[in-house]
Nanobody, 124 residues
Framework: QVQLVESGGGLVQAGGSLRLSCAAS????????MGWFRQAPGKEREFVAA????????YYADSVKGRFTISRDNAKSTVYLQMNGLQPEDTAVYYC?????????????????WGQGTQVTVSS
């Protein structure tokens, strides 16, 4: 059993910052790549950022590149998403997920375990 718990969401004005956290517990994985995804009302879930199990690789969606930073602390089994320069179009429910694979992948279908999500709302 795996549990992922996101936190850190909230309401922020455009141009502001938030830091999301995702704490994992339960089953351990050999190569737990971690990803952040988001889903806005009426839209499909989309990839935001991912980080490899050994922290050597990261990948970002073009829409957040240069504004968001993904990181992880394996000792705490926690992954973070620092979001700067937030815009109204970043408003969504943000989810973290685990993909136990050697290759860092961005497709949501590769991620087997998901958190419950945390709401991020950016006002203009």
């Amino acid at each position: 059993q795996v549990q992922l718990v996101e936190s850190g969401g909230g309401l922020v004005q455009a141009g502001g910052s938030l830091r999301l956290s995702c704490a994992a517990s339960g089953r351990t994985f050999t190569t737990p790549n971690m990803g952040w995804f988001r889903q806005a009302p009426g839209k499909e879930r989309e990839f935001v950022a991912a980080i490899s199990w050994n922290t050597r690789s990261t990948y970002y969606a073009d829409s957040v590149k240069g504004r968001f930073t993904i990181s992880r602390d394996n000792a705490k089994s926690t992954v973070y998403l620092q979001m700067n320069g937030l815009q109204p179009e970043d408003t969504a429910v943000y989810y973290c997920a685990i993909d136990n694979d050697l290759i860092l992948r961005v497709g949501a279908t590769f991620y087997d375990y998901w958190g419950q999500g945390t709401q991020v709302t950016v006002s203009s």
